[in-house]
């Protein structure tokens, strides 16, 4: 006994010795300003930062003093808490150059103002979570002069901004910008983050926005958007700001835009202009939607017919969209307007826009026709030369009626008018590279369309707690008037290379569609328990719609009287569907579990006067539907959906009329086709972490469907025409399927934040070619890593690289397929000289493989790189000197797989050109007055 006491007291002796030596320790005082009070007892822990695990704990003293020796080498987690008031969180290193650590004062705030909200503070950083949202207060980050909102959020963890402007946080593409809560050009993010200066801004909210009908009653639809909300500081809320930016190129090349806006409180007033040939300015991310007006045809609500006036005969008309195919020419300007009043009871919110885009270009297609038993080939070139000009109004009124009531009303208006020239030549061979058939074509179309929206949301909360209804009206008119010519040449060869037979049209054809959509559904909301509510929803939807098309045979040389009745048709069409639904909605603690189905009943009836033939449907749709959602914590939680919903045949794949803007394809109606049935499954985790800039995002979908209408397809080996008919296919199921993963973190002893992704997608599709079942697969397996820092005033880089490898073939054919290897890169720096002097450069690297359908590998490297000197005390004035694809090697370039189809395209794009260019930003501000 005696042994082991001195034993024992030996060891603690030994210890205390240890302990004494050890130099680490923190202290500091836990105090609330507010009410100028110490925290006694206040709880001090000290955690691992690796692994958030507890290493010391302590109590504050009654004066709200702690101090915490014997700690150690390391970086750790400082976590204070006290009844009532918000947890305080800080991350601290300790080691050989900082042995002690005095955090001073540190001032605790009450849940009274911060309800269920972390409050993370790092070196350079402050971060608020709030349930689903992410706040970044703007003041704890170094901006610099003239710095814009985009520099401001490059800076925030687990967010990215691409040269385009397209931001992602925490894995999510952010499609929405607000400011103060209001749209500010909705349709454009990039007008706010590439204009608005960071040096107004407060904080950044980042949150997934839901639908209105799910923010009023509470229950998950699905439909989230992911948001930004630049909240400005109340001294920037009074006062205008606005740039200039002005550059010319080589090539005959200019962009330039200029902005002005001028804010009062609670207005907001803006105007901007923009005009270009380079496609950088106004033609960016998320701009595809701003001249075109969407699809021509109208679809309505789950599972109604897809309507276009009765057949497929539009010239080729335009709907002003530019994916960097051509050579883009666009003018466009706009103004915005909203204010509040009567106590933010009331609120306007309007925009304007206008705007022109010619885009004018080329293009090759190399087509391999996959038959049963041989193989054709086509090529064909095509000229363009498209213009759109549109003008769109819109508005949003909102009005809190009283403390259980609110009214939304949106109208919006737009005037489109689109010129199309499109000229056609091609050629088909045959496996041994005869020639089939040589066609030239000419389409000439003008077009004006008009459409008009109106909608109505009204919201009433009743006595019961979870107790509501609502009731959204809406009614959209849309009319669309065009004419144009249509001059083809079609000449056929027999297999030793004479022309057996020409066919000729010309033609004047005009179009004359209009469409009014009246919609309804009336919501009930019902909580059965705390944790339990039902849904109940109805709605009515009316459809009238009519279509006029007439072609027209010249009579003499460039009379066009006669018309072709073979080619000609007036479709009137009503739609009445009637639609019902109950979900249940259960949500407990992290979970929230929501199931139910909606059925529609569809009547569908067509007139066509010409004919004097009349088509009538009567269908009921179901749509079932289910969710489960779970949160791990506020910022890492798990979903899986499933949702069925029914496919209706369209009316051209049921009766359509005969067509001959392209002789070569002919389509044939089947009016015993049967609706398919869509089945589909998505699962997603996403888990981010502050501290650690840490974000993981895995996302897998997968989607089949039974019964399905696919093509039916005979191909006239002699004449290289083609008859295509939709029937519905059930002996096999065909389905799609993608995963993703995403894992991003900072790199702590690189000081760099890396990435990894790993993506997997692929489809299994049928079809009929001659009367042959066709399997048409395809696959794509890709990887990439991602690494990127970010020094102020010093530099910044970003690069990105990883290798992928697809497949697609089809069985009629499996020894000529589509397989191969291929490869992206792409990286950007910037460095800061002396002298007010930054250097830029960024370069994309694409590489695909030749395969046994193509002979040739396709590899490009695109760079691009600017020198530009700011001047005066604010950075306000810039110089800029940069060259676009500096090694020319911007080539126009895709490989696809349809049907049994596989095709390769090559068309015109923008090359290489150097610009000199010059911006200027100026600003006032003052202080609000109340």
Same mark, same amino acid.
């Given at each position: 006994m005696r042994s082991i006491s001195l034993a024992l007291l030996l060891?603690?002796?030994?210890?205390?010795?240890?302990?004494?030596?050890?130099?680490?320790?923190?202290?500091?005082?836990?105090?609330?300003?507010?009410?100028?009070?110490?925290?006694?007892?206040?709880?001090?822990?000290?955690?691992?930062?690796?692994?958030?695990?507890?290493?010391?704990?302590?109590?504050?003293?009654?004066?709200?003093?702690?101090?915490?020796?014997?700690?150690?080498?390391?970086?750790?987690?400082?976590?204070?808490?006290?009844?009532?008031?918000?947890?305080?969180?800080?991350?601290?290193?300790?080691?050989?150059?900082?042995?002690?650590?005095?955090?001073?004062?540190?001032?605790?705030?009450?849940?009274?103002?911060?309800?269920?909200?972390?409050?993370?503070?790092?070196?350079?950083?402050?971060?608020?979570?709030?349930?689903?949202?992410?706040?970044?207060?703007?003041g704890s980050y170094t901006i610099q002069p003239n710095d814009k909102?985009?520099?401001?959020?490059?800076?925030?963890?687990?967010?990215?901004?691409?040269?385009?402007?397209?931001?992602?946080?925490?894995?999510?593409?952010?499609?929405?910008?607000?400011?103060?809560?209001?749209?500010?050009?909705?349709?454009?993010?990039?007008?706010?983050?590439?204009?608005?200066?960071?040096?107004?801004?407060?904080?950044?909210?980042?949150?997934?926005?839901?639908?209105?009908?799910?923010?009023?009653?509470?229950?998950?639809?699905?439909?989230?958007?992911?948001?930004?909300?630049?909240?400005?500081?109340?001294?920037?809320?009074?006062?205008?700001?606005?740039?200039?930016?002005?550059?010319?190129?080589?090539?005959?090349?200019?962009?330039?835009?200029?902005?002005?806006?001028?804010?009062?409180?609670?207005?907001?007033?803006?105007?901007?202009?923009?005009?270009?040939?380079?496609?950088?300015?106004?033609?960016?991310?998320?701009?595809?939607?701003?001249?075109?007006?969407?699809?021509?045809?109208?679809?309505?609500?789950?599972?109604?017919?897809?309507?276009?006036?009765? /057949?497929?005969?539009?010239?080729?008309?335009?709907?002003?969209?530019?994916?960097?195919?051509?050579?883009?020419?666009?003018?466009? /300007?706009?103004?915005?307007?909203?204010?509040?009043?009567?106590?933010?009871?009331?609120?306007?919110?309007?925009?304007?826009?206008?705007?022109?885009?010619?885009?004018?270009?080329?293009?090759?297609?190399?087509?391999?026709?996959?038959?049963?038993?041989?193989?054709? !080939?086509?090529?064909?070139?095509?000229?363009?030369?498209?213009?759109?000009?549109?003008?769109?109004?819109?508005?949003?009124?909102?009005?809190?009626?009283?403390?259980?009531?609110?009214?939304?009303?949106?109208?919006? /208006?737009?005037?489109?008018?689109?010129?199309?020239?499109?000229?056609?030549?091609?050629?088909?061979?045959?496996?041994?590279?005869?020639?089939?058939?040589?066609?030239?074509?000419?389409?000439?179309?003008?077009?004006?369309?008009?459409?008009?929206?109106?909608?109505?949301?009204?919201?009433?909360?009743?006595?019961?707690?979870?107790?509501?209804?609502?009731?959204?009206?809406?009614?959209?008119?849309?009319?669309?008037?065009?004419?144009?010519?249509?001059?083809?040449?079609?000449?056929?060869?027999?297999?030793?290379?004479?022309?057996?037979?020409?066919?000729?049209?010309?033609?004047?054809?005009?179009?004359?569609?209009?469409?009014?959509?009246?919609?309804?559904?009336?919501?009930?909301?019902?909580?059965?328990?705390?944790?339990?509510?039902?849904?109940?929803?109805?709605?009515?939807?009316?459809?009238?719609?009519?279509?006029?098309?007439?072609?027209?045979?010249?009579?003499?040389?460039?009379?066009?009287?006669?018309?072709?009745?073979?080619?000609?048709?007036?479709?009137?069409?009503?739609?009445?569907?009637?639609?019902?639904?109950?979900?249940?909605?259960?949500?407990?603690?992290?979970?929230?579990?929501?199931?139910?189905?909606?059925?529609?009943?569809?009547?569908?009836?067509?007139?066509?006067?010409?004919?004097?033939?009349?088509?009538?449907?009567?269908?009921?749709?179901?749509?079932?539907?289910?969710?489960?959602?779970?949160?791990?914590?506020?910022?890492?939680?798990?979903?899986?959906?499933?949702?069925?919903?029914?496919?209706?045949?369209?009316?051209?794949?049921?009766?359509?009329?005969?067509?001959?803007?392209?002789?070569?394809?002919?389509?044939?109606?089947?009016?015993?086709?049967?609706?398919?049935?869509?089945?589909?499954?998505?699962?997603?985790?996403?888990?981010?972490?502050?501290?650690?800039?840490?974000?993981?995002?895995?996302?897998?979908?997968?989607?089949?469907?039974?019964?399905?209408?696919?093509?039916?397809?005979?191909?006239?080996?002699?004449?290289?025409?083609?008859?295509?008919?939709?029937?519905?296919?059930?002996?096999?199921?065909?389905?799609?399927?993608?995963?993703?993963?995403?894992?991003?973190?900072?790199?702590?002893?690189?000081?760099?934040?890396?990435?990894?992704?790993?993506?997997?997608?692929?489809?299994?599709?049928?079809?009929?070619?001659?009367?042959?079942?066709?399997?048409?697969?395809?696959?794509?397996?890709?990887?990439?890593i991602s690494l990127s820092k970010y020094k102020e005033k010093k530099?910044?880089?970003?690069?990105?690289?990883?290798?992928?490898?697809?497949?697609?073939?089809?069985?009629?054919?499996?020894?000529?397929?589509?397989?191969?290897?291929?490869?992206?890169?792409?990286?950007?720096?910037?460095?800061?000289?002396?002298?007010?002097?930054?250097?830029?450069?960024?370069?994309?690297?694409?590489?695909?493989?030749?395969?046994?359908?193509?002979?040739?590998?396709?590899?490009?490297?695109?760079?691009?790189?600017?020198?530009?000197?700011?001047?005066?005390?604010?950075?306000?004035?810039?110089?800029?000197?940069?060259?676009?694809?500096?090694?020319?090697? !911007?080539?126009?370039?895709?490989?696809?797989?349809?049907?049994?189809?596989?095709?390769?395209?090559?068309?015109?794009?923008?090359?290489?050109?150097?610009?000199?260019?010059?911006?200027?930003?100026?600003?006032?501000?003052?202080?609000?007055?109340?």
């Open positions: 060891s603690l002796c030994f210890c205390t010795a240890i302990f004494a030596q050890n130099p680490y320790s923190i202290k500091g005082i836990v105090a609330d300003t507010a009410n100028n009070s110490k925290l006694h007892n206040a709880t001090i822990s000290i955690l691992n930062a690796k692994d958030s695990t507890l290493f010391k704990y302590t109590r504050a003293s009654a004066n709200g003093s702690f101090a915490i020796n014997a700690m150690k080498k390391g970086n750790f987690i400082l976590l204070l808490t006290y009844p009532a008031y918000a947890d305080f969180v800080s991350s601290f290193t300790l080691d050989s150059a900082k042995t002690t650590l005095d955090f001073k004062q540190i001032n605790m705030k009450t849940k009274a103002t911060l309800l269920n909200e972390v409050i993370i503070k790092g070196q350079v950083a402050a971060i608020k979570i709030k349930g689903d949202t992410t706040e970044f207060n703007a909102v985009e520099d401001l959020l490059k800076k925030f963890p687990g967010m990215q901004v691409d040269k385009d402007g397209k931001i992602t946080a925490q894995g999510k593409t952010v499609s929405k910008v607000l400011v103060d809560g209001e749209e500010f050009f909705g349709d454009d993010p990039t007008l706010v983050t590439k204009n608005l200066r960071a040096d107004m801004v407060d904080k950044v909210q980042l949150f997934e926005k839901s639908s209105d009908q799910a923010a009023f009653t509470g229950v998950d639809d699905g439909q989230k958007t992911t948001t930004l909300n630049i909240k400005l500081k109340e001294d920037k809320k009074s006062g205008y700001f606005g740039k200039v930016d002005a550059g010319i190129a080589t090539n005959d090349l200019y962009q330039g835009q200029a902005m002005f806006n001028k804010f009062k409180a609670k207005q907001k007033f803006s105007l901007y202009g923009t005009s270009s040939n380079t496609g950088k300015t106004g033609l960016g991310w998320e701009d595809n939607g701003k001249f075109g007006g969407g699809s021509d045809n109208v679809e309505f609500i789950d599972g109604g017919m897809m309507i276009s006036g009765g /057949g497929g005969d539009d010239l080729d008309s335009w709907g002003g969209r530019y994916y960097g195919e051509g050579i883009p020419v666009a003018h466009n /300007g706009g103004a915005h307007y909203d204010t509040k009043w009567n106590s933010d009871k009331q609120s306007l919110n309007t925009n304007y826009k206008i705007g022109s885009l010619r885009v004018t270009g080329s293009d090759n297609s190399i087509t391999q026709n996959n038959l049963p038993d041989s193989i054709t !080939n086509s090529n064909s070139n095509k000229v363009t030369d498209n213009y759109m000009f549109r003008q769109k109004l819109d508005a949003t009124y909102q009005i809190k009626l009283d403390t259980t009531s609110n009214l939304k009303i949106s109208a919006d /208006g737009s005037l489109k008018n689109n010129e199309t020239t499109n000229d056609f030549i091609s050629s088909s061979t045959r496996g041994d590279n005869s020639l089939i058939n040589k066609s030239k074509r000419s389409v000439d179309n003008n077009g004006n369309d008009k459409a008009f929206n109106i909608s109505a949301f009204y919201t009433k909360k009743l006595k019961k707690v979870g107790r509501n209804y609502s009731l959204r009206l809406s009614q959209a008119i849309t009319q669309k008037d065009s004419e144009g010519f249509l001059n083809a040449k079609n000449e056929f060869f027999n297999p030793e290379g004479i022309n057996y037979k020409t066919e000729i049209t010309d033609q004047f054809k005009t179009v004359n569609t209009k469409s009014t959509v009246f919609s309804s559904n009336l919501t009930y909301n019902e909580p059965l328990s705390k944790t339990l509510a039902l849904v109940l929803n109805y709605g009515l939807s009316i459809n009238n719609s009519r279509s006029d098309r007439k072609s027209f045979n010249a009579s003499t040389p460039g009379n066009y009287d006669v018309l072709d009745a073979d080619y000609s048709n007036d479709f009137k069409a009503d739609q009445l569907i009637n639609q019902a639904g109950a979900i249940f909605n259960y949500k407990k603690l992290k979970t929230v579990v929501s199931w139910g189905t909606k059925i529609s009943a569809v009547n569908f009836d067509q007139f066509e006067a010409y004919s004097g033939t009349s088509y009538k449907r009567s269908f009921t749709n179901w749509m079932p539907q289910a969710s489960y959602q779970y949160k791990f914590s506020q910022q890492s939680s798990f979903r899986f959906g499933y949702s069925g919903y029914t496919n209706q045949p369209t009316v051209e794949q049921l009766q359509p009329v005969k067509v001959n803007t392209d002789p070569l394809n002919i389509p044939l109606g089947n009016p015993d086709l049967k609706p398919s049935y869509n089945n589909s499954f998505n699962v997603s985790y996403n888990s981010y972490k502050v501290l650690s800039s840490q974000s993981i995002y895995l996302s897998g979908r997968y989607n089949f469907v039974s019964n399905q209408i696919v093509n039916n397809t005979n191909f006239d080996q002699s004449t290289g025409k083609t008859e295509y008919q939709s029937i519905n296919f059930n002996s096999k199921t065909p389905f799609n399927y993608s995963v993703y993963l995403d894992f991003n973190r900072k790199i702590k002893f690189l000081g760099i934040n890396g990435g990894i992704s790993l993506n997997t997608s692929g489809s299994t599709s049928y079809n009929y070619v001659n009367h042959a079942l066709n399997k048409s697969t395809s696959n794509n397996y890709s990887a990439s530099y910044d880089f970003y690069f990105y690289a990883g290798p992928n490898y697809n497949t697609q073939q089809t069985s009629l054919q499996k020894n000529v397929n589509n397989n191969g290897w291929g490869a992206d890169a792409s990286g950007q720096f910037s460095f800061y000289l002396p002298g007010k002097v930054q250097l830029r450069s960024d370069a994309n690297y694409e590489y695909t493989a030749k395969t046994q359908s193509f002979d040739e590998d396709f590899s490009r490297v695109i760079w691009n790189a600017s020198i530009s000197k700011t001047f005066f005390k604010g950075d306000n004035l810039k110089m800029t000197l940069s060259g676009n694809d500096l090694l020319n090697q !911007n080539l126009g370039f895709s490989r696809r797989v349809s049907g049994n189809l596989i095709t390769q395209r090559s068309y015109t794009t923008i090359k290489r050109y150097f610009m000199y260019s010059v911006s200027w930003d100026f600003s006032k501000m003052g202080v609000v007055k109340k």
